[in-house]
């Protein structure tokens, strides 16, 4: 070591040739998924997480390969003796994940979305061979003794509170938009008007008392489900997310994990609600739902690029599902930045379903957003084209009007602006930023009476808005919750 010490203190050009030879050698063992251009080291993500049986077991020695999406480079990792496997200086991309063992079935999963910088925990669980799960079917509970929950969950709700003031982050379009996608969120519970899933019985040929006890346990967290379903309809929230949290713990099954977060975020714990779906999602892996959920949850935290990575993954399960690229449209909307994966799964969506208005519409407002200015002819021109087919296929589409009039502003064509502000307002009156941009634009061609009437119309819609928004506040209950280890409440609206 002293000689290596000397040997640098020589030359600085010899210090600088040491590092350089460093650079080249680490980048020798770099698999070629992530060669490219040189880049710091903080824009490569990582992913690791654990590799388990279906009795919650670490399996050690386990293949694990992480493939990037068409393509053929692949690199691959082994799980250590506490079953944790890691990759290392992977760049952003799509990927597919799968790990192997003998003994047991190939568990694959696409796809697997890293971004620049992230740090990605994904736990994967296999089953013995001898019994394989379905194709394509999450990982299923162990037949062997009664299910269990994962591990303990780190928060603790502790009581409610009302929504009076509790303000929100952004401006008031995008706490709308956080509060009717939370209840969007809800509205695909498994549970809504059908009896709780409450998991697979027990494995034909089990012990009596082993079956016994498995059945006994999915009873009890069917029962713990029904009660949550009742106090929620009663407004007892405080009481039906506890229902659900006993139900989900009794019995992690997919319905039960999901009606638990969706609880919480239909009532503002946007933090523990991301726990949940979040496990969720190492359970299932392919639920649609549960994904869409999460993005929303994300969202509802502030966080628009973990919100659209969430739902873009959502989307990739099932391309033609179009629930998942109707969120992902819904939040992009309303934000200014878009992130590259939205586009290119609200180009599939349109692709797919040309026919479908919002189709269109968002991906409309898509490319009007990645414009690169007033001169960007060309992504304006698209932009229209697909605006305008929106509101072909659904002339009610009042958005659609108000963002064509939106783009005519911009180019100063204030007559088409005029016309399709008020096809817009025509096809849904209570639009009031229709409103607000009409009076604008009749200011600029010189009707300045018609524009005091449109921004009256607009102020009085605004503030009937503001004040349902706050009317739900306070005869919602939020949850009053605390991190465990961090002994803060979250009582803040995301």
């Given at each position: ?22 650079l080249v050698a680490i980048a020798l063992c770099v698999p070629s998924v992530i060669h490219g251009q040189s880049q710091a080291s903080a824009d490569y993500a990582t992913l690791e997480g654990s590799v388990r049986d279906s009795g919650g077991r670490p399996v050690a ?235 929303v949850a994300w969202y509802s935290n502030g966080s628009y690029d973990q919100a659209a990575e969430r739902l873009c993954e959502a989307s990739d399960l099932n391309p033609d599902d179009p629930e998942p690229a109707l969120f992902l449209g819904k939040i992009q909307s ?142 919602s209950r939020q949850f009053v919750y605390t991190l465990r280890g961090a002994g803060a409440a979250g009582t803040q609206s995301r």
């Amino acid at each position: 070591m002293r000689r290596l010490y000397l040997t640098l203190a020589r030359s600085r050009f010899l210090a600088s040739h040491l590092a350089t030879c460093l650079l080249v050698a680490i980048a020798l063992c770099v698999p070629s998924v992530i060669h490219g251009q040189s880049q710091a080291s903080a824009d490569y993500a990582t992913l690791e997480g654990s590799v388990r049986d279906s009795g919650g077991r670490p399996v050690a020695g386990a293949a694990v390969y992480l493939q990037l999406k068409n393509g053929p480079q692949t690199i691959s990792a082994h799980s250590d003796a506490t079953g944790i496997y890691r990759f290392s200086w992977v760049r952003g991309g799509i990927y597919l994940l799968r790990v192997e063992k003998a003994g047991y079935t190939q568990v694959a999963i696409s796809p697997c979305v890293l971004g620049p910088k992230e740090a990605k925990r994904v736990d994967l669980t296999l089953e013995a061979s001898k019994n394989p799960p379905p194709q394509g079917s999450p990982s299923a509970q162990s037949d062997q003794g009664p299910p269990e929950f994962f591990d303990e969950p780190q928060f603790t709700v502790a009581g409610v509170t009302d929504g009076t003031n509790l303000g929100g982050h952004g401006s008031n379009t995008i706490v709308r938009t956080k509060e009717s996608l939370a209840k969007e969120v809800a509205t695909l519970s498994a549970s809504a008007g059908k009896p709780p899933i409450t998991g697979p019985p027990p494995a034909p040929g089990s012990s009596g008392d082993t079956a016994q006890q498995g059945s006994a346990l999915l009873d009890q967290a069917g029962q713990h489900h029904l009660r949550g379903d009742i106090a929620e309809k009663s407004g007892d929230s405080l009481e039906a997310v506890r229902e659900y949290q006993k139900a989900a713990e009794l019995n992690p099954s997919e319905a039960n994990l999901f009606d638990w977060g969706a609880e919480l975020l239909l009532h503002r714990a946007a933090e523990p609600a991301i726990e949940v779906f979040s496990k969720g999602i190492r359970l299932f892996p392919h639920s649609a739902r549960m994904l869409v959920a999460l993005g929303v949850a994300w969202y509802s935290n502030g966080s628009y690029d973990q919100a659209a990575e969430r739902l873009c993954e959502a989307s990739d399960l099932n391309p033609d599902d179009p629930e998942p690229a109707l969120f992902l449209g819904k939040i992009q909307s309303v934000e200014t930045n878009q992130s590259e994966c939205s586009v290119e799964r609200l180009k599939r969506f349109v692709k797919l379903q040309p026919e479908n208005a919002l189709a269109n519409y968002y991906y409309g407002v898509n490319l009007w957003k990645r414009r690169k200015g007033p001169d960007d002819a060309e992504t304006v021109a698209q932009a229209e084209s697909y605006l305008m087919r929106a509101v072909q296929l659904d002339p009610k589409l009042g958005v659609g009007y108000l963002q064509l009039g939106v783009l005519y502003s911009e180019r100063k064509d204030f007559s088409r602006a005029i016309s399709s502000y008020q096809s817009g307002i025509q096809a849904s009156p209570q639009l009031e930023e229709a409103h607000y941009r009409l009076a604008q634009a009749y200011k600029r061609t010189g009707e300045r009476e018609k524009a005091e009437v449109e921004l009256r119309v607009y102020n009085r819609i605004s503030k009937s808005k503001d004040e349902e928004v706050e009317r739900e506040r306070r005869e919602s209950r939020q949850f009053v919750y605390t991190l465990r280890g961090a002994g803060a409440a979250g009582t803040q609206s995301r």
